[in-house]
């Protein structure tokens, strides 16, 4: 079974300023990719970044960008030049066999 | 090409009164996902249909809850009798495929209140 924990239930960053939401996880899937949604106050769940467990790379979309360590099973995202706009709660999920196991989120509050 | 979208967006019903929530998935998407968040927890898993099967129902808390997808299109989920602790957001959401690199395509969510 997957388990994905987000430790921060709130988090305070500074308008321009980059803030790191933390996320591990536990799987027995040899293969599993990890997902982060935004969900801002208004409800919907918005897709924002993707890493593959045999990507080479760390995954970057415009200013969000994941710090990917497999050994220690994290995937933290990393929001650059915090915007009021990025206040919402954030969660980190992994699916399997369709399925997906979602963390507790993290609430991300941006002060001006 | 439209998104996923749910109806009602909202629902306040009493308790002991039934709700059907709606979710249209994205056209074309065979797999079909009923999520809820209860008292700002975490989001669950409740069901998945590939087409008009279901194929993992694990997540249902209760014989209380109905999921249903004739044809293979649109899904209900049904709530009968509701009580309380049944009151969250509900989403929906649909992916082409299962593997760990399909995108789930979440919906806006219905947000039910039971009084």
Known sequence: AQKITQTQPGMFVQEKEAVTLDCTYDTSDPSYGLFWYKQPSSGEMIFLIYQGSYDQQNATEGRYSLNFQKARKSAN???SASQLGDSA???CAMPSAGKSTFGDGTTLTVKP | EAG????PSHS???K???VTLRCDPISGHDN???YRRV???EIKFLLHFVKESKQDESGMPNNRFLAERTGGT???LKVQPAELEDSGVYFCASSQGVSHYNEQFFGPGTRLTVL
């Open chain 2, 16 to 18: 002991g009164q039934t």
């Open chain 2, 74 to 76: 649109y899904s209900t």
């Open chain 1, 77 to 79: 995202l990393v929001i």
């Open chain 2, 4 to 7: 996923v979208t749910q109806f």
């Open chain 2, 32 to 34: 079909l996902y009923w």
């Open chain 2, 12 to 14: 306040v019903i009493e």
């Open chain 2, 39 to 41: 008292m700002g927890k």
């Open chain 1, 89 to 91: 709660m954030y969660f």
